[in-house]
C-alpha cells in the first residue's frame, strides 16, 4: 500500500510559481513511476508530468518550459515546480503513482496505481 499526501497548492497571480510536493509513505515497491496529473471543473484529468527511477521525464506540451518535476529519495517527496502560472492552470493538481513506466513515456492512465487527493491551484490574471 502506498499512500500520497499533496500540498503546496493555493492562489496565485499570472506570472507567479508554485512548489507542489507529493509525500509518498508505505510500500515503495510501486512508486518507480510518479506522475503529476490536473483536473479542472468540468474537463478530464490531464497527464502533465512524468517522472521515472531512471531519471527520464516527459510533460505534456501546455507545460513544457514552465513545469518541472522532480523527487527526493533521501525524504520520499515528489515536486512540481511551477513557474509563469497562466489562468488555464487553474485546476486540482494529483500525484500519482506506477511500479513502472514502460518503454514510452508518458504511460497509460491504467499503468497509475495509487493517487493522492490532490493539491488546489487557482490563478488570477
Known amino acids: 500500500q502506498v499512500h500520497l499526501v499533496e500540498s503546496g497548492g493555493g492562489s496565485v497571480q499570472t506570472g507567479g510559481s508554485l512548489r507542489l510536493s507529493c509525500k509518498v509513505s508505505?510500500?515503495?515497491?510501486?512508486?518507480?513511476?510518479m506522475g503529476w496529473f490536473r483536473q479542472a471543473p468540468g474537463k478530464e484529468r490531464e497527464g502533465v508530468a512524468t517522472?521515472?527511477?531512471?531519471?527520464?521525464?516527459h510533460y505534456a506540451d501546455s507545460v513544457k518550459g514552465r513545469f518541472t518535476i522532480s523527487k527526493y529519495y533521501a525524504q520520499n517527496i515528489l515536486y512540481l515546480h511551477i513557474t509563469s502560472l497562466k489562468p488555464e492552470d487553474s485546476a486540482m493538481y494529483y500525484c500519482?503513482?506506477?511500479?513502472?513506466?514502460?518503454?514510452?513515456?508518458?504511460?497509460?492512465?491504467?499503468?497509475?496505481?495509487?493517487w493522492g487527493r490532490g493539491t488546489p491551484v487557482t490563478v488570477s490574471s
Open positions: 500519482a503513482t506506477a511500479a513502472d513506466c514502460g518503454w514510452l513515456l508518458p504511460p497509460p492512465l491504467e499503468k497509475y496505481i495509487y
Open positions: 508505505g510500500s515503495f515497491v510501486s512508486t518507480h513511476c
Open positions: 517522472l521515472d527511477d531512471d531519471g527520464r521525464t
